[in-house]
């Protein structure tokens, strides 16, 4: 791979003054050359590798996927080509809601009222020949006849099978689905004006689309990746997507983690400190403020926009009550425990935890405002109290470790999406750097920096078949 992207490169440097277009366009395939860190980052190489070695099983994937897409889109083609179209623009806008009524259910001349014949000239032959054909009377032929546009009402359409498959792709990433189904709703016949709910039906093939292609044959390719590395693991202890310094760094922290060593307190001579030791390590305490840090969780979320003066009154006292128990709290096991106190880590988090929330009430007692980011920042510090729960629950504490574990894995992956990024913000760079600022493409989405390309890459999916 370093061969060629070298190789990719040096052409291209001696090909710097050519004029032709194809030239320049190959020259957005500079930007692979951030590629060979993958051959120099261990941890990047196994990831890359592991995911060539489910292409195999994707490729089954894919096949499965296609299949599925080409069933829906058959049956939508059959029943939706050449519907996806209305009459619109500014002139359909400005008739009256009879004109446009009549649009979608145009009648012949002879069936027209004297004021529905005056919506046209007499004597244009456009309009004889319309209303003088054998042929059907459509919204098409009457749309224009107003002089408005007939024109697609959504991007997307079912009017043969590879277009259909494309749209059905896109549903699959959620994005847009629910306007390809209320049109396909409001579809009626070819060359016809869209009737709101005219099909109703058609939404419940949707949503089953939904179910089958979405959450089931589109996270096969999850389940193959997973099964992939699931066997990988077995082969390398579970260490394949890390690299050696990595699996140090992992069997360190296991052992840590697999570690139960109990610290032998020495008990304090003075009488009062020697009580608050034994208060402080006492599990009742533990109990009794696992049950506060409940109860004030349920009391913060219990607030609400518009609520009265004296329910937010309620409040306040009520986060005063709690602040001054995890106050006491804090300062009982200071005084008891002393300096072992401050060799526990999640002690020193509780510590800040009190210390921001004491800062806020005196904050909001003593002259300052409710609102504003100031009292958000301080009454934020409450939340962290939540925390607690996982330093008291072993379950919790379990999660909390494994993705403490997991965190070289995901650096590597990690590392590996923002070089898939920059490459394709590269690219875009090069490709798309002078397009005009448009509807779409704006001040705060194009492509005329890395760094604003790499902002639209990550926000592209929503909508991403627009751009």
Request: aromatic share 14%; hydrophobic share 50%; glycine share 6%.
């Amino acid at each position: 791979m370093d061969f060629v992207i070298t190789a990719t490169a040096a052409f291209f440097m001696f090909q710097g003054s050519s004029q032709f277009k194809f030239v320049k366009t190959l020259r957005t395939f500079r930007a692979l050359r951030p590629l060979r860190m993958i051959n120099r980052n261990p941890g990047l190489k196994l990831v890359v590798s592991s995911l060539i070695a489910s292409i195999p099983q994707i490729v089954n994937v894919i096949m499965v996927c296609l299949l599925v897409f080409m069933i829906f889109s058959i049956l939508a083609v059959n029943n939706l080509k050449g519907r996806f179209y209305s009459c619109q623009g500014d002139v359909f806008s400005a008739l009256s809601s009879a004109q446009q009524a009549f649009i979608a259910s145009p009648r012949l001349w002879t069936n027209l009222t004297i004021a529905e014949q005056n919506w046209f000239d007499h004597s244009a032959s456009e309009v004889l020949s319309v209303f003088s054909s054998d042929g059907p009377l459509t919204s098409r032929i009457v749309c224009n006849l107003f002089g408005a546009t007939w024109a697609k009402t959504i991007p997307q359409n079912f009017d043969n099978v590879i277009h259909g498959i494309q749209t059905f792709f896109e549903m699959t990433t959620t994005e847009g689905w629910v306007t390809i189904m209320l049109t396909s709703v409001d579809a009626t016949e070819i060359d016809m004006q869209p009737i709101q709910n005219h099909h109703e039906s058609w939404a419940f093939f949707f949503i089953c689309f939904i179910l089958v292609g979405t959450f089931f044959v589109m996270q096969l390719f999850v389940g193959v990746v997973i099964e992939n590395f699931n066997n990988m693991k077995e082969k390398l202890d579970g260490t394949f997507h890390l690299s050696q310094i990595q699996r140090e760094w992992l069997n360190i922290n296991e052992a840590m983690l697999n570690l139960r060593p109990v610290r032998k307190l020495k008990t304090p001579l003075h009488t009062t400190r020697r009580a608050l030791f034994r208060i402080a390590l006492s599990p009742t305490l533990e109990l009794l403020i696992m049950g506060c840090v409940l109860l004030n969780t349920v009391f913060m979320a219990m607030d609400y926009f518009g609520e009265e003066d004296l329910y937010e009154t309620g409040l306040n006292y009520l986060n005063y009550f709690f602040s001054g128990i995890f106050a006491l709290e804090a300062t009982v096991k200071i005084i008891g425990l002393g300096k072992y106190y401050w060799k526990e880590p999640w002690n020193i988090f509780d510590f800040i935890v009190v210390l921001g929330t004491l800062f806020g009430v005196v904050y909001q007692m003593f002259g300052g405002s409710s609102v504003g980011t100031a009292a958000s920042t301080v009454r934020s510090f409450r939340v962290g109290r939540l925390f607690r729960l996982v330093h008291s629950a072993p379950s919790l504490r379990q999660l909390f470790n494994t993705l403490l574990i997991t965190l070289p894995s995901l650096a590597n992956i990690g590392g590996l999406l923002f070089l898939i990024f920059f490459i394709y913000a590269a690219m875009g760079v090069q490709l798309f750097a002078k397009i005009k600022f448009g509807e779409l493409i704006t001040s705060t989405a194009n492509f005329q920096s890395l760094l604003a390309a790499m902002v639209t890459l990550v926000r592209t999916f929503d909508p991403y078949f627009i751009f």
